[in-house]
């Protein structure tokens, strides 16, 4: 029988021949990632360990991201610790104020990240990555420590659901629509600890930060990991990005799939996933013959949507409007370079003059821990990937999951809302 894309990847990186699905191994790495709040915890780990230093100075990236620039005292132990130990064991990839961006923005901007790679990160949305190609997934802080230490990590091999993708998504349809599409069709945990493997014709229809939003969302399926194949837009972006070689891995024709599903793009809607879960899912239509949903913040940004397309989409329907006088718009470009391009394309001054507030990039809303923490009873609309209860603050606080395209034209008319109700 043959092998998925996934598990060509772990048997190269083991070693092996072949794998199966339920199979132990061990598979050597090629990144080791950690944040600010994950990284402390496995550098105590590290010290336990009586290691002296790290595998490979050149392949663990450190970003401080999550509370940073630090928000209290606390997250400024945090930082200190992960800076200290970078500057320690002179870890290249050490990503801080000015540098920094969100982790899995930055990763693959940097060119830190390429097909056939086996890549563990102390977060759970390091399944990002899936997007060129790669294997990565999201580990404990106490595997992050031991994967710096030894450079390997050990997996039982997933089995895998194919989703082939065939159709041209329509206007104002994301590859967040996308994602929550399937996450509402087969739950937050369909896909436990299964590889969610995105092939067919459909594929050449998104764009890179189309498959880097579905990929990140993987894990809101219960997903060890979403990946897609290399076509001729990974290879642009890798062309632009990245100088490092790479191994292409296909899925053979008689590889095994617990099961196949067919997505037609073309017949998605633009998708809003409601408190509180992402399986929460509901098609704009279906929103509009329910009562206004109104709302009291829109944050537009996170790993999952804060790339320049995300900001494109969000300024284009922003633009010649004003948000809501009594509500919130925060938007957060993901990294520094992304920042700096929407400045040079005017989106910053769109997004401005819309009476939004523009944030360096960090994580700090998502998960309710700085620039934009909820009240009791407030409702958001946000870009980010999880609504659970109390995620970006109080409990008793409401999270709807959209696109930026949603969550643009929400921001404009204080309730939950589509662009081509603005005659967009």
Known sequence: MGMTMTQKILANAAGLPEVKAGQLIMAKLDLVLGNDITSPVAIKEMDKMKVNGVFDKDKIALVPDHFAPNKDIKSAEHCKCVRE??????????????????????LPEKGLTVP???????????CTYGALGAFSTGVGSTDMAAGMATGEAWFKVPSAIKFNLIGKPSKWVSG?????????LIGVDGALYRSMEFTGPGVAELSMDDRFTIANMAIEAGGKNGIF????????????????????????????????????????????????????????????????????????????????????????????????????????????????QAMEEGLIKTFIEAGAVV???????????????????????STTNRNFVGRMGHVDSEVYLASPAVAAASAITGKISCPCELGL
């Not at 130990?85 to 930055?106: D, Q, V």
């Not at 944030?359 to 609309?381: D, F, Q």
């Open 229 to 340: 194949p290399v076509d001729e837009k990974t290879v642009q972006y890798l062309n632009e990005h990245a100088t490092r070689d790479y191994k292409v891995f296909e899925a053979d024709p008689d590889a095994e799939y617990d099961e196949e599903i067919t997505i037609d793009l073309s017949s998605l809607r633009p998708t809003v996933s409601f408190p509180h879960l992402p399986e929460n899912t509901h098609t704009i239509d279906e929103i509009h013959d329910m009562q206004p949903i109104l709302i009291d913040q829109v944050v537009i940004g996170s790993c999952t949507n804060g790339r320049i397309d995300d900001l494109r989409i969000a300024a284009k329907v922003l633009e010649g409007h004003k948000k809501t006088k009594d509500m919130r718009l925060i938007i957060i470009p993901a990294t520094q370079a992304i920042y700096m």
């Open 359 to 381: 944030s360096t990039p960090t994580c700090g809303p998502c998960l309710g821990g700085y620039m934009g923490v909820l009240a009791a009873g407030e409702r958001c609309v």
């Open 176 to 184: 967040k629509d996308v994602i929550l599409h399937i996450i509402g």
């Open 116 to 126: 056939g790679d086996v890549i563990i990160g102390a977060d759970s949305h390091t």
């Open 85 to 106: 130990f970078a500057r320690r064991n002179k870890i290249t990839n050490y990503f801080e104020m000015g540098e920094m961006g969100i982790e899995h923005a930055l």
